[in-house]
């Protein structure tokens, strides 16, 4: 079975801001002008606005992934989802700064970045306009009892900042543009060498 591009909407609480939620220097940073945005990111085991359920060992396992990246500051994403599995470094807009789990709950805060879309994403947010959180990974789904789940092949890859859809199906990818793509060509040998060393030690 191919994978194809898995996109999950989640709106940000409060506008995006969750002060609760930040530490004494992020909240100076705020007050001296830097956007910082918080709250859930991904949820597991329950169905999704696109109808698609993720199981609690998939997340963790990418999750856990993930939180290489964000140490390494490399956790970046963009303003609105491409059509591409790959993050494109002059459409990045915030980098993840953080992630953690909540209960069943993925919860993390981003830095909104002084770049050509960051600035439009600071805008948007400044503005008051509504926004989302939205995972975009690798991976093919299954038919269980009626319920769409997302396979143990699932690779997350990146969070961007999208605004709701009219429709809640609106993210996902359309019979005609499903292909299979190649994760050598999405993460670094370092990337997978992490994976592989997660897994053995999970083992």
């Not at 991904?42 to 964000?70: A, P």
């Amino acid at each position: 079975m191919s994978k194809e591009l898995l996109r999950e909407f989640y709106e940000l609480c409060d506008g995006g801001l969750c002060q609760d939620l930040l530490t004494e220097a992020e909240k100076k940073s705020v007050k001296e002008g830097v956007v910082i945005l918080s709250g859930i990111m991904q949820r597991c085991d329950s169905e999704n606005g696109n109808g698609r359920i993720y199981g609690r060992e998939i997340l963790e396992r990418e999750v856990e992934n993930y939180k290489k990246m964000v140490n390494d500051k490399r956790a970046l994403g963009e303003l609105d989802h491409p059509e591409d599995s790959v993050v494109n470094l002059r459409n990045v807009s915030h980098i993840v700064t953080d992630i953690w789990w909540n209960g069943d709950a993925v919860m993390g805060k981003v830095r909104v970045l002084d770049t050509p879309s960051g600035r439009i994403l600071k805008s948007l947010v400044e503005s008051g306009v509504k926004l989302g959180i939205s995972s975009r990974g690798l991976g093919s789904t299954k038919k269980l009892n009626g319920k769409t789940i997302v396979d143990d092949d699932f690779q997350l890859i990146c969070f961007d900042f999208v605004q709701e859809p009219s429709t809640t199906n609106a993210f996902m990818m359309s019979e005609g543009k499903k292909r299979t793509l190649d994760p050598s060509k999405i993460w670094t040998k370092a990337d997978r060498l992490n994976r592989l060393l997660n897994e053995i030690v999970k083992g």
